[in-house]
T-cell receptor, first 114, second 112 residues
Framework: NAGVTQTPKFRVLKTGQSMTLLCAQDMNHEYMYWYRQDPGMGLRLIHYSVGEGTTAKGEVPDGYNVSRLKKQNFLLGLESAAPSQTSVYFC?????????????FGPGTRLLVL | QQQVKQSPQSLIVQKGGISIINCAYENTAFDYFPWYQQFPGKGPALLIAIRPDVSEKKEGRFTISFNKSAKQFSLHIMDSQPGDSATYFCAATRWGYQKVTFGTGTKLQVIP
């Protein structure tokens, strides 16, 4: 079991460029999440999904879009990158029973927007 | 109402000492309080968790103390070791809630 994997590990973008971050999980989890981690700000939820084909906004959704076309994959898109989106992005997944579950995190994607 | 406040932001402890990280929450509907540990370059991972019907939970050198009336909980790391150097996040959630609210994190450094 690979758990939660993220692609790419590191990326440098210029302002205005677009990119997609891929998250994959092999645990058959229903729920998936995208967070960003910034110094002193902790983990802030960007978007999340409670099942294939569903997505919802989190705490800081502006400038990001997501899609969950397959249960095992959750994509995070930046349409027009801004320096404020420089961050470390983590994907997580959980079983999906809503019963105080453990979230399993991927290794992160470090994004630098110049 | 969804906030979890965590302190301190950073902490330096000598090897063998006790590390203490504190968290406070506002939403009384929260009924599950996990702590996540994150090593440099890695994603967070569940360390220990507590429900509010108990005042303390211990797993090895890690103990959560919970004060329901004060809406506060804390992580104690006894006999701290350099291998405990990591960022620790407290969190809160509740039955049926799809999300977890995280604190801002505490970077712990244990020096030899």
């Amino acid at each position: 079991n690979a758990g939660v994997t993220q692609t790419p590990k590191f990326r440098v973008l210029k302002t205005g460029q677009s990119m997609t971050l891929l998250c994959a999980q092999d645990m058959n989890h229903e729920y998936m999440y995208w967070y960003r981690q910034d110094p002193g700000m902790g983990l802030r939820l960007i978007h999340y999904s409670v099942g294939e084909g569903t997505t919802a906004k989190g705490e800081v959704p502006d400038g990001y879009n997501v899609s969950r076309l397959k249960k095992q994959n959750f994509l995070l898109g930046l349409e027009s990158a801004a320096p404020s989106q420089t961050s470390v992005y983590f994907c997580a997944s959980s079983l999906g029973t809503g019963r105080r579950e453990t979230q399993y995190f991927g290794p992160g994607t470090r994004l630098l927007v110049l | 109402q969804q906030q979890v406040k965590q302190s301190p932001q950073s902490l330096i402890v000598q090897k063998g000492g006790i590390s203490i990280i504190n968290c406070a929450y506002e939403n009384t509907a929260f009924d599950y309080f996990p702590w996540y540990q994150q090593f440099p370059g890695k994603g967070p991972a569940l360390l220990i968790a507590i429900r509010p019907d108990v005042s303390e939970k211990k797993e090895g050198r890690f103990t959560i103390s919970f004060n329901k009336s004060a809406k506060q909980f804390s992580l104690h790391i006894m006999d701290s070791q350099p291998g405990d150097s990591a960022t620790y996040f407290c969190a809160a959630t509740r039955w049926g809630y799809q999300k977890v609210t995280f604190g801002t994190g505490t970077k712990l450094q244990v020096i030899p």
